[in-house]
Each structure stands twice: as structure tokens, then as C-alpha cells.
């Protein structure tokens, strides 16, 4: 591998798998009273926070730009949006379909519109942090604590914010262990 482009991690790789294995498993019980089921609790307790500090650990860099979000869209909102038309063309819903999925992506891939977002949201508070001279991890952690705050007091449902608010904190987390 040229040393140009950064070299893959491969148990973070091997976790990550681990972890979508688990998602499957985890719909697979989703039948009857599945929520009182043990297997169905430990999966569900651990399985999506983990992905997101795995995904806050690969997604380390020395420095973050903007045109970078290009090739995340690419990897990200492309999958979330053919998967919803697809699902569109399949079940049908038509438009009203697609609106629900855009003010409340809480379908079964909603974990990649919310990573997206949460890139976004990451990328932006450290560019800022940057540029005012202010300790980006510091900034990172008010960035936390604010989403926080806002989904206690607030309880946004729109646009996946309380997706975003809730693993947004396990993103960061990732990243400041790998840091």
C-alpha cells in the first residue's frame, strides 16, 4: 500500500463486522415479545454505540477540510438514499414515504444518515474550534453536552435529531481514544 493513503485497521475492520453481524442477528429476534427476550437486551444495549466509537476511531485525522465531505456523501448518503427509494419502489408510500423518511429517518438504515450527519456536525466544530483558537477536543465536548441538554429539554424527533444528539457523544469518544 503506497504510503500516500492510510492503512486500514484491520481489528476496528474485524469489530465493525462483528457489529453488523450483530445488527442482523438483532433484527432476526425482532419477532413476539422480543423486547423481553435477553439475547434481543444485550445486542441492543451496546451494538449501535459501539459502531459509532468505532466509526469516531477510524474516522481520526490530523486535520479535517470540507471537501471531504464529498467522498462521505458519496459512501454514505448514496446507500441511504437509493436504499430509500428502493424501499419506496417495493412497499410503495410514494411521496408520503419519502417525506416521513427525510423529517424522521428512524427506518431500519437510519444509523447512515445519522453518521453522515454526525461527520458533518464533527468536522464543523473542529474547523471552528480551529479557527478561533479554541481546543478542538474542548469544543467537541461543549458540542456533547449542548446536544444533550437540547434533546432533554427540547425532545427534537425531527431529521433524526435524537439519533444525532445520543451517538453523536460515542463518535467523539471514538476519536479522542484514538487521539
Given amino acids: 500500500m503506497s504510503s500516500s493513503k492510510e492503512q486500514r485497521i484491520v481489528w476496528a475492520d474485524a469489530l465493525?463486522?462483528?457489529l453488523i453481524l450483530l445488527v442482523v442477528i438483532g433484527l432476526s429476534l425482532q419477532f413476539g415479545n422480543y423486547e423481553n427476550r435477553l439475547s434481543w437486551n444485550i445486542i441492543y444495549s451496546f451494538h449501535m454505540a459501539a459502531f459509532f466509537v468505532v466509526s469516531g476511531y477510524v474516522g481520526?485525522?490530523?486535520?479535517?477540510?470540507?471537501?471531504?465531505?464529498?467522498?462521505?456523501?458519496?459512501?454514505?448518503l448514496l446507500p441511504f438514499v437509493s436504499w430509500t427509494f428502493l424501499g419506496i419502489l417495493i412497499k410503495g408510500g410514494g411521496i408520503s414515504r419519502l417525506v416521513n423518511v427525510v423529517l424522521r429517518p428512524d427506518n431500519s438504515y437510519w444509523f447512515i444518515y445519522v453518521l453522515f450527519v454526525i461527520i458533518v456536525l464533527f468536522i464543523t466544530l473542529v474547523l471552528i474550534a480551529n479557527k478561533y483558537d479554541v481546543n478542538p477536543d474542548k469544543f467537541l465536548l461543549f458540542g456533547v453536552i449542548l446536544l444533550i441538554i437540547i434533546m432533554v429539554v427540547a425532545e427534537p424527533r425531527l431529521l433524526g435529531f435524537q439519533f444525532i444528539s445520543y451517538y453523536f457523544g460515542f463518535y467523539v469518544l471514538g476519536y479522542l481514544l484514538r487521539k
Avoid at 481520526?60 to 454514505?76: D, V
Fill in 16 to 18: 465493525r463486522g462483528l
Fill in 60 to 76: 481520526y485525522k490530523s486535520a479535517y477540510r470540507f471537501s471531504s465531505l464529498s467522498r462521505k456523501a458519496s459512501q454514505l
